[in-house]
């Protein structure tokens, strides 16, 4: 019997952990979709003060750090926001796919564009890691005029 009382206590924690693992989530997802810098004042709410972040331009450690990181890039671009399309979590692990959209005055004459992406997020009570993934010259490179041109035409060759 006490055996029985133990395993429904675990179970007990176990719901409770993927509660709070699922609100965070909830809490992430509402952050992300449309990114200013309200959002950056709240992002002591998901990450961890020894948060460490990685996509394809930056390895950035620190709560602090990434924040000032946000508050530049919200500066640089309008419209920043994240449709988060599906997401795949245990209690400490989450992965995230997602579409960003922006503008940025120095691509594509400021016009609206867009990347997808994937984020993988490690989870210790708040985000303790968080690792983006996406196609670097889709959102950048192809939106510059010279460079552009030649990513474009030598996708067009590779796909004959």
Same mark, same amino acid.
């Given at each position: 019997?006490?055996?029985? +009382?133990?395993?429904? &206590? ?26 200013? +810098?309200? $959002? #950056?004042?709240?992002?002591?709410? #998901? ?11 930056? &390895? ?17 671009? $309008?419209?920043? @926001? ?6 795949? $979590?245990? +209690?400490?692990?989450?992965? #995230? ?19 997808? @992406? ?5 989870? +210790?009570?708040?985000? $303790? !890691?968080? *690792?983006?993934?996406?196609?670097? @010259? ?9 460079? @552009?041109?030649?990513? *474009? &035409?030598?996708?067009? !060759?590779?796909?004959?």
């Amino acid at each position: 019997m006490a055996y029985k +009382d133990h395993r429904n &206590q675990q179970r007990s924690a176990e719901k409770t952990m993927t509660i709070s693992t699922a609100k965070l989530l909830d809490n992430f997802v509402d952050i992300y979709q449309c990114f200013d +810098d309200s $959002s #950056i004042d709240r992002l002591p709410e #998901i990450y961890s003060e020894s948060l460490i972040f990685t996509d394809p331009v930056h &390895q950035i450690e620190g709560l602090e750090p990434f924040q000032a990181y946000c508050s530049k890039l919200t500066k640089r671009c $309008s419209n920043l @926001g994240f449709e988060c399309h599906e997401i795949i $979590s245990t +209690d400490n692990r989450a992965t #995230i796919t997602w579409h960003m959209h922006f503008n940025h005055p120095a691509l594509a004459k400021g016009k609206a564009l867009g990347v997808e @992406g994937c984020t993988i997020l490690t989870i +210790d009570g708040k985000i $303790s !890691r968080h *690792r983006d993934y996406f196609d670097l @010259g889709d959102m950048i490179y192809e939106h510059l005029p010279a460079l @552009g041109y030649m990513i *474009r &035409q030598t996708k067009k !060759r590779l796909s004959k």
